[in-house]
């Protein structure tokens, strides 16, 4: 270990004041982090790193004696993935450390150059090791959060809601693609074997764009439904949609189609044997009936 | 030989199939119910594949066959009971039996067969099942 960090030791105040001076010149996320924060999380790394036993090689990070300071800086960058930082900002925050550091290199070596050279080249290769361990770590807090978010939108997106006795309804949202429609067909035939019903509303209100991909996807999740002896209407086209469809050539003649979702619902009642009709103001039955129950 | 058995329902005829369909077995029902529809003059067929866990483009190719040639002979078919499994997989292989008309179960079929048959001016002969 350099000589270096026998000073850092001693003068942990002046190095975590040059450090955060070089954190506060690169950085323009005041609105994510306050200064304290900062402050608390720059002594906290200071702390792991003068923590280490003098001896320990600086050539090396795998080795035990920085597990705790590495342990440290990836949980900081993980919860900086999540606060919404940029990979360089979190980077910055480690290579600001380079200067205090170079600072007391010259302080202690000034006369001797190769000595200086020699001390500064170590500690900007360990500085540059810690920084590319706090991106890696960065990178992967990151990729948890987009894991995560792709199962929570997965099981979000197939919910199957009865409006009925005898017709349920999927309203799909956001854009179908193979994995989905997937699970979407099996949730929906499920559903429509659990309740048997006779009637299946698909709802694309949610659904952004329709190619010829999500067509396919559609007209095979309505087919599968129509074997099972389910009849499926399409509702909650939008009139770019119909467009799109149109101009794309993609053939829905043998799919029963409406533009809103109350129109389908009112299909499958009808055809179900079901008609709505209004109660008369004068009996009011129903407001009645629900105060003696 | 494994046969699968074709019950008489007045008018119509009842097909439950129990059991993994193979491809021979496939071929004999499609010669007994043919057989049986032109035998008893049916005029609806109701194929029960609600316990069918396994399908293959055959079997596939075999229901729409058999629900062809007995629109040949006059009786219509109806299948019930498919497993979602079984629908995918047909789908996927790119089967959407175009002419095979289905049911969620064997109730709703049979109400269909009835509904067509009134349709037609046949239900009499059901209804006086005595005969």
Redesign the interface.
């Known amino acids: 270990m350099a000589k270096v960090f026998d000073v850092v030791r001693k003068k942990q105040d002046v190095v975590l004041d040059g450090w955060l001076q070089g954190i506060k010149g690169g950085i323009r996320r005041r609105d994510l982090i306050d200064e304290r924060e900062l402050k608390s999380q720059a002594s906290e790394v200071l702390s792991a790193l003068c923590a280490a036993p003098p001896d320990a090689s600086l050539e090396d990070l795998n080795i035990a004696a920085w597990q705790p300071l590495k342990d440290l800086l990836a949980s900081l960058s993980a919860s900086r993935a999540v606060q919404g930082f940029t990979p360089s900002e979190t980077a910055l925050f480690v290579l600001s450390l380079k200067a205090p550091l170079f600072s007391i290199a010259r302080d202690q070596k000034g006369e001797n150059a190769d000595q200086l050279y020699a001390e500064i080249t170590a500690i900007d290769d360990f500085v540059d090791k810690l920084a590319l361990h706090t991106t890696d770590s960065f990178i992967h807090g990151r990729d948890q959060v987009i894991v995560r978010q792709q199962e929570e939108m997965l099981e979000l997106s197939t919910p199957v809601v009865t409006l009925w006795d005898g017709i349920v309804a999927l309203p799909l949202i956001g854009t179908l693609d193979s994995a989905r429609t997937q699970v979407v067909?099996?949730s929906l035939?499920?559903a429509?074997?659990q309740t048997?019903?006779?009637f299946a509303i698909i709802d694309i209100t949610g659904v952004p764009t329709v190619d010829t991909l999500v067509a396919q996807h559609l007209l095979?999740t309505i087919?599968?439904?129509?074997?099972?002896?389910?009849e499926c209407i399409l509702s909650g086209i939008r009139p770019q949609i119909a467009q799109t469809i149109v101009h794309l050539g993609i053939n829905l003649e043998d799919v029963i189609t409406k533009a809103k979702l109350s129109d389908a619902f009112k299909l499958a009642l009808e055809r179900s044997g079901r008609t709505v009709t209004r109660v008369a103001k004068g009996s009011a039955s129903v407001l009645s009936g629900a105060r003696e129950l | 030989m494994e046969r699968i058995p074709i019950l008489r329902m007045g008018n119509f005829l009842l097909v439950t199939i129990q059991v993994d369909m193979h491809d021979k077995l496939a071929l004999t029902l499609q010669d007994d119910l043919t057989a049986k529809i032109a035998d008893v003059g049916a005029k609806g067929v109701l194929i029960d594949i609600s316990s069918l866990e396994i399908v293959d483009s055959f079997i596939g190719r075999t229901l729409a066959n058999i629900a062809s040639m007995a629109r040949v002979l006059d009786a219509q078919t109806v299948?019930?009971?498919?497993?979602?499994a079984?629908?995918?997989t047909?789908?996927?292989l790119g089967m959407?039996?175009p002419g095979i008309r289905?049911?969620?179960?064997v109730e709703?079929?049979m109400q269909y067969l009835h509904e067509t048959a009134r349709a037609y001016g046949d239900s009499e002969d059901y209804d006086g099942d005595s005969e």
Request: hydrophobic share 55%; glycine share 8%.
């Open positions: 067909m099996e035939l499920q429509i074997v048997n019903s006779r095979k087919t599968a439904a129509r074997l099972m002896g389910a | 299948v019930v009971g498919m497993q979602p079984v629908a995918i047909l789908v996927e959407s039996l289905t049911a969620l179960n709703s079929g």
